[in-house]
């Protein structure tokens, strides 16, 4: 996998290998900034295409290949 700039993840696709709940296919809704301005982006949040329901996750989780997979699978 291409390495990931948090700073462009905004409105990328995402698909988790195992869905819960009918919720396979992710939007980054949103990149959550730092309190500090020097401080990294830790944060993004996801939204579920099929519910619309967010959660905030580490933008480093979407690094895993065995848990995502980046655009619509």
Known sequence: MNPLNPKKLLLTKWTVLKPV???????????IQPEWPTDPIEWVELEAVFSKATR???WRELQDDGVWRQGWV
């Open 21 to 31: 709940a009918k919720q396979k296919h992710f939007l980054v809704k949103r990149v």
């Open 56 to 58: 905030d996750i580490a």
